[in-house]
T-cell receptor
Framework: SQQGEEDPQALSIQEGENATMNCSYKTSINNLQWYRQNSGRGLVHLILIRSNEREKHSGRLRVTLDTSKKSSSLLITASRAADTASYFCATLTAMNRDDKIIFGKGTRLHILP | DVKVTQSSRYLVKRTGEKVFLECVQDMDHENMFWYRQDPGLGLRLIYFSYDVKMKEKGDIPEGYSVSREKKERFSLILESASTNQTSMYLC?????????????FGEGSWLTVV
């Protein structure tokens, strides 16, 4: 079953605006990561937030985590054309004795010139 | 610079053919993964390996097998390719303890089965 679910599925904004994507999950997690995928390419790691953290920054990226609501958000400030990509959240959860990483279906972000 | 290399970027194979997708990582990672990615379905885990000669089934292992004879190399095998295996295949690797560690992905292999 799907763990992380991104919202919205697709988002179009003007260059320079901020883009916000959300991720909800169902079970307890160890950490949550966000990845970017340019069209037809592999995934690139953006940022990791641990379950005991509430907010994390990396350049123009800001990630929040609310474990009580089982949700995370990724904010990209001052968007650029190069930010056009799909964004995935991935949750690390321990199931039995095994760590398991589960990816959501992604949000397609399109930055309009 | 860390690197996960998938040997074939684009492949076209016939139904019933045996297909090998090769993946090599140069980061001395213990874990290696094979995912397939389809529109609307996201990434789905096929198999993973946490050590040489070790393998675990993921969510959709049917129709696939894997081989990990050396730490740096993880192969995905389609014993008899079918059209519903047309997809983008992504290899990834990470250190053993997933907590706090990043997963690194290859560039993907586009497989078309005709």
């Amino acid at each position: 079953s799907q763990q992380g679910e991104e919202d919205p599925q697709a988002l179009s904004i003007q260059e320079g605006e901020n883009a916000t994507m959300n991720c909800s999950y169902k079970t307890s997690i160890n950490n949550l990561q966000w990845y970017r995928q340019n069209s037809g390419r592999g995934l690139v790691h953006l940022i990791l937030i641990r379950s005991n953290e509430r907010e994390k920054h990396s350049g123009r990226l800001r990630v929040t985590l609310d474990t009580s609501k089982k949700s995370s958000s990724l904010l990209i400030t001052a968007s650029r054309a190069a930010d056009t990509a799909s964004y995935f959240c991935a949750t690390l959860t321990a199931m039995n004795r095994d760590d398991k990483i589960i990816f959501g279906k992604g949000t397609r972000l399109h930055i309009l010139p | 610079d860390v690197k996960v290399t998938q040997s074939s970027r684009y492949l076209v194979k016939r139904t019933g053919e045996k297909v090998f997708l090769e993946c090599v990582q140069d980061m001395d990672h213990e874990n290696m993964f094979w995912y397939r990615q389809d529109p609307g379905l996201g990434l789905r885990l096929i198999y993973f390996s946490y050590d040489v000669k070790m393998k675990e089934k993921g969510d959709i292992p049917e129709g696939y097998s894997v081989s990990r004879e050396k730490k740096e190399r993880f192969s995905l095998i389609l014993e008899s390719a079918s059209t519903n295996q047309t997809s983008m295949y992504l290899c990834a690797s990470s250190h053993r303890a997933l907590s706090g560690n990043t997963i690194y992905f290859g560039e993907g292999s586009w497989l078309t089965v005709v």
